[in-house]
Structures are given as C-alpha cells and as structure tokens.
C-alpha cells in the first residue's frame, strides 16, 4: 500500500473579499469538484483564520502528477482565473503557486516508528 503524501499550504486572501471568497466555496462548481477528485487529490480541507490567512490540506498519492493534471486542465485554468484577485502578494495560479509548508510531527507516523523501535528492541 502507498503512504499518501500530505500537502499543507497557506494562503492570503485579502480581506476586504473574504466574504466573497467564502461564498464562492460554498458550494464550488460541480465540475471543479470533479476534476480536483480526477487529479488525484483527496481529503482536501480548506481552513480560513483571522485576517483572512487561508490553509489547506489535502492527500495524494503523487502530487507531481496532481499538480501536472490541474495545470492543464480547463476547467481548473477557469477556476483559478476567477479565484486569483482574492489572494495578496501572490504570482500565478493559487493552485500552482501556493506556499508550501513543512510538516514537523504526524501522529500515526511517530506512533508506527516507536511500535517498531520497541519491536526490533526485542
């Protein structure tokens, strides 16, 4: 079985159009929905704090390919078009251009390497 990668990213929205933003997720477009599903990207959560800062997480089993399927699909390019004027200081595509951030501590990954520290200590 492939371990899924985790992918966390933060975003700005400007927040004079956070209310703009949100309703426009609420729902997104059908269609959208399914090429995100399509590109391999599931369990995806989008979470917005104070002041308009936005983070969001998602898992997948390739994210090179992820990435390379929503870039070239039309209806994401739609999508992006439209979605880009919400967020400050950014250059391209949210979806392709988002800040990255670095996983420090995954719980079922510590619990599984201190069950096999203990095993192999036997």
Sequence with gaps: MTTPTRICFQLQVAPELLDEYIARHTPVWPEMLAEIAASGRRNYSLYLA??????????????????AYLAGSAVAARWEA?????????????????????????????????????????
Excluded: C, K, W
């Design 82 to 122: 439209e979605m880009g004027r919400f967020f400050v200081g950014l250059d391209g595509r949210p979806d392709q251009a988002a800040t990255p951030l670095t996983e420090i501590f995954h719980l079922e990954d510590q619990l599984a390497a201190s069950i096999n520290d203990e095993s192999d200590a036997s």
């Design 50 to 67: 104070a002041g308009g800062r936005l983070i969001g997480y998602y898992e997948t089993d390739d994210d090179a390919a992820a990435q």
